[in-house]
């Protein structure tokens, strides 16, 4: 295969602290130290979420903007991806952010089951996230915990609530929702090459233990692979993962493997369809 692989790297996300390992990076200074290491190791993506000073979730506009602020200026060219995710916030301050205009932001349009709770996103706040995607410019990242949710965003890009072919991440490996099945992976690939067309950029995503696992099947299958510390945190059962470059290099390592390039981020800009970075030409 000589389709690059987009590398994707979750450096925080809601949950994990650094009780669960030091090298979790909860303030913007950590983050964009963590993110440049991850991105000089090969990730040309950055799914950010912000933490208050005492670890918990949050989704202050301002800290998304002096985190985008310092990886502009620290990784440049790098696409800079928000989450809108549910654990962060409520109703409409999951998508305050985007507003800053950031390259792309996660986009989960239906509800599922996590490990204690129901991870809702009922339809009126999966329309509006959609509509100021649209306003504002941000690429959404489709994030399918279910297949029901890739035959949604069909439905939406089909209706015009979503401008580009959309970008479809399998998340598998949450508890309560779908777990690591290779027989689900294959037809999720042929449901999304079936609805958006056999060359529609995909990415895969496991959690925990699981992460090492959908990285190797998605680089193997031609799709795009995310990794990162807020997803799991080790590198195996006896190691912490010493930071998110390391789990980028293990992706890096499985490119290798198989064949296949590492997109730059200009490359990646290219396969996504977005515009150029700030300072950037976009890639030809």
Not at 33 to 51: K, M
Not at 66 to 84: D, V
Not at 152 to 165: E, P, R
Not at 273 to 281: D, S
Request: aromatic share 6%.
């Amino acid at each position: 295969m000589t389709n690059p692989c987009i590398i994707c790297v979750a450096i925080t996300g809601s949950l994990p602290t650094k009780a669960n390992n030091p090298a979790v990076p909860i303030t913007v200074s950590e983050q964009i130290e963590s993110t440049h290491e991850a991105f000089e190791a090969g990730a040309s993506i950055v799914h950010a979420h912000v933490r208050n000073d005492d670890e918990t979730p949050s989704s202050d506009p301002e800290k998304f903007a002096a985190l985008k602020e310092g990886l502009e200026k620290h990784c440049p060219g790098m696409i800079i991806q928000f989450s809108t995710g549910g654990r962060s916030g409520a109703g409409q301050a999951r998508g305050a952010m985007l507003r800053l205009r950031p390259d792309m932001a996660s986009l989960s349009v239906g509800s599922n089951n996590f490990p204690t709770r129901v991870y809702e996103n009922p339809p009126d706040l999966v329309d509006w996230l959609a509509a100021e995607m649209l306003v504002y410019d941000v690429k959404p990242e489709i994030e399918a915990f279910d297949l029901s949710h890739i035959l949604k965003a069909h439905q939406m890009w089909q209706a015009g609530h979503i401008a580009q072919v959309p970008y479809v991440q399998f998340v598998m490996g949450v508890k309560n929702a779908m777990p690591v099945d290779r027989d689900v992976f294959d037809y999720y690939i042929s449901t999304v090459q079936r609805l958006f067309g056999p060359d529609a950029a995909w990415c895969a995503a496991g959690i925990g233990a699981q992460q090492a696992t959908l990285n190797e099947w998605a680089v193997a299958a031609g799709g795009h692979a995310r990794t990162g510390l807020e997803d799991n945190v080790r590198l195996d059962r006896d190691r912490l993962a010493p930071s998110n470059a390391a789990l980028v290099q293990r992706v890096v390592e499985l490119c290798d493997k198989h064949e296949r390039p590492v997109a730059t981020w200009r490359q990646a800009r290219n396969t996504l369809g977005l515009r150029a970075g700030p300072g950037k030409e976009q890639a030809a």
